[in-house]
């Protein structure tokens, strides 16, 4: 079986609106990635997470450090987060809770701006299970197959739109200096 974290790292050009995500196999890596970001002036609403239930609670669950990657990767954690299939759900879960919503079984939590684009695909973007969701929220099959698989992992999946061509390539080189693993620009 083929590791889900290993391959080649595919680039493309720089998109007006596009994003630059990638994989990452721990928190420390995520959180170095994450300080990129922040270091460049973009906030915790800027990057979107995806991780399985599980990884949240083995990197976040009992955070006896405290950072903001921490705090978005718990965002909605005991707050019934968990919500059904409707749009109307949804939506109404992610107004309770800001930018998270966690999937019911599909065991994945998502926060930041793909939680929001996940909420508009509505219930029809998440029946064809997590790759479904991801290619309605736009990222391309091919990718959303790879995070998939990622996350089953044990991965953490981390992304941001760019505002512009040099914050997307500095992105791309931050998250592969920081042992990312499937970082793609879309």
Known sequence: MKDAFTGDSDS????EGGT?????????SAEKAYQSLHDRGYHKDDVHLMMSDDTR??????????????????EGAGVGSAIGGTAGAIIGAIAAIGTSVALPGLGLII???????????????????????????GIPEEHAAEYEEGIKNG???MGVKPRNAEDSKYFEE???SNDADKVYRY
């Open 111 to 137: 926060a930041g701006p793909l939680a929001a684009a996940l909420a508009g695909a509505g219930a029809g973007g998440l029946t064809g299970g997590l790759v479904g969701a991801l290619v309605g929220s």
């Open 57 to 74: 609670d083995t990197h976040f669950g009992d955070d006896s450090v405290h950072t903001e990657l921490g705090d978005k990767a718990m």
């Open 12 to 15: 493309y050009d720089y998109k």
């Open 20 to 28: 630059t995500s990638g994989i990452f196999r721990d928190r420390n």
């Open 174 to 176: 931050q998250f592969k």
């Open 155 to 157: 991965g953490i999946v």
